[in-house]
Nanobody, 116 residues
Framework: QVQLVESGGGLVRAGGSLRLSCAAS????????MGWYRQAPGKQRELVAM???????NYADSVKGRFTISRDNAKNTLFLQMNSLKPEDTADYYC??????????WGQGTHVTVSS
């Protein structure tokens, strides 16, 4: 089992920055990939960014060049640096991980509001 706790959400003006954090605990050695997803009101949850055990990353087209996913393996923490935020980035952001048996774990989410 893996437990994930997000932090760092909040209210920011368009053009501003936020950094989300996700602290992992439990069977962290079993984690293969970690990612950030988001869900805006009335929309489906979508992948924002993913980082795999080999440090390869991929991003949604809508955030490429603005968001950066990274992780501190020593602290079992995942980050999402979000720059040049836009009102359409407003959403609940969720941390997710997948273990080597393809089981998924989710955090409770943190809310980001970007005002215009």
């Amino acid at each position: 089992q893996v437990q994930l706790v997000e932090s760092g959400g909040g209210l920011v003006r368009a053009g501003g920055s936020l950094r989300l954090s996700c602290a992992a605990s439990g069977s962290v050695s079993s984690i293969n990939a970690m990612g950030w997803y988001r869900q805006a009101p009335g929309k489906q949850r979508e992948l924002v960014a993913m980082i795999r055990s080999g440090e390869s990353t991929n991003y949604a087209d809508s955030v490429k060049g603005r968001f950066t996913i990274s992780r501190d393996n020593a602290k079992n923490t995942l980050f999402l640096q979000m720059n040049s935020l836009k009102p359409e980035d407003t959403a609940d952001y969720y941390c997710q991980c997948q273990d080597w048996q393809f089981r998924e774990y989710w955090g409770q989410g943190t809310h980001v509001t970007v005002s215009s």
